[in-house]
């Protein structure tokens, strides 16, 4: 996950180039007469400002299980964002900030007004980490004598939970993966780390001779 690098370090291992995004969701109040009515969504539109990266989801009462119901009638629906904030890739956690970014939460508001008006007021907000990869392919390497390493999920891991439990396995027992590991390589070019020296010898050679 987002500290992937940190753990690298104290193993006196190379880091990876990862990066973290700061991702935001919420609960919004909703009669159970009409959850029933709101079915799991993706909407992918045209950005309607700079901070807006235009994918938004829902997903319904029956799957937002972190809450309990109210007694009053009302439950809840969760909808968050698929896209980053204004802060942009972070190179972890250290800079991470949990409260979000407060324009992503006015444009989440005017999307549930615009296409579920029947959805109440937000009663919370959070914000978690993407460990993201330039690429958006996994991490799943062997990357140094028993150390197995997953990462940069990308926001998309759990969905291939099964999938990638075999293939960690394989990496851990040697057997064959169910799936050809190279895409996923932790010395892929994607994941190269310029060295900080050599950038720096880079740039002096492209400084002007003066005679």
Do not use: C
């Not at 799957?63 to 972890?92: C, H, N």
């Not at 939970?161 to 075999?166: S, V």
């Amino acid at each position: 996950g987002p500290w992937t690098n940190e753990v690298l370090k104290m193993a006196d291992l190379d880091a990876l180039n990862l990066k973290v995004w700061e991702i935001q969701w919420a609960h919004y109040k909703v009669k159970k007469s009409v959850a029933d009515s709101i079915p799991q969504a993706f909407h992918f539109r045209k950005s309607q400002t700079a901070e807006d990266g235009g994918l938004y989801y829902v997903f319904p009462a029956s799957a937002t299980e972190s809450i309990p119901d109210m007694d009053d009638g009302y439950t809840y629906v969760k909808v968050g964002v698929d896209f980053e904030t204004r802060r942009g890739d972070l190179e972890g956690m250290e800079t991470f900030d949990y409260n979000g970014d407060a324009k992503v939460l006015e444009l989440m508001d005017g999307w549930v007004k615009e296409h579920l008006p029947e959805v109440g007021e937000r009663i919370d907000a959070y914000t978690h980490p993407y460990t993201m990869t330039s690429d958006s392919y996994f991490v799943m390497d062997n990357v140094a004598e028993g150390v197995s390493l997953f990462s940069g999920d990308s926001g998309r891991a759990f969905k291939f939970a099964p999938t990638i439990g075999d293939m960690m396995a394989s990496l851990v027992t040697g057997d064959e993966s169910p799936v050809d590991l190279t895409p996923f390589s932790a010395k892929r070019e994607a994941l190269a780390v310029e060295d900080k020296k050599t950038t720096a010898v880079k740039e002096e050679a492209l400084e002007p001779v003066v005679a």
